[in-house]
Nanobody
Framework: VQLQAFGGGLAQAGGSLCLSCIASGRTLGRVDMGWFQQVLGKEREYVAAISRSGGYTDYGDSVQGRFTISRDNTGNTVYLQMSSLKPEDSATYYC???????????????????WGQGTEVTVSS
């Protein structure tokens, strides 16, 4: 699976951004997908995940209630709608995917074997 993320940029605190990730190379309906964030010098942090059908979603504690993950398997695209942005949301955001094994969505970076190139988000105060 090849992943390409778009939509990063500059936003003000309290504002919104929507990230998109276009997948190719495999039927999107067979992979769980998600987003991680990383600040230079720190470990990658889990943001959100969505099951292959889109029926199940999960969020990291820091974004719960502010971010929404969704997917369009017809268009091979996953979205991350980011609202009520905070300066601490500033990071590089990576789109990820893994071959679905059923069961619970994973919050661990090591469980995702496909990674996009990252898109930068900067939130000013």
């Amino acid at each position: 699976v090849q992943l390409q993320a778009f939509g990063g940029g500059l936003a003000q605190a309290g504002g919104s951004l929507c990230l998109s990730c276009i997948a190719s190379g495999r039927t999107l309906g067979r992979v769980d997908m998600g987003w991680f964030q990383q600040v230079l010098g720190k470990e990658r942090e889990y943001v959100a995940a969505i099951s292959r059908s889109g029926g199940y979603t999960d969020y990291g504690d820091s974004v719960q209630g502010r971010f929404t993950i969704s997917r369009d398997n017809t268009g091979n695209t996953v979205y991350l709608q980011m609202s009520s942005l905070k300066p601490e949301d500033s990071a590089t955001y990576y789109c990820v995917a893994r071959d679905s094994v059923g069961g619970a969505l994973s919050t661990r970076a090591s469980q995702y074997n496909y990674w996009g190139q990252g898109t930068e988000v900067t939130v000013s105060s």
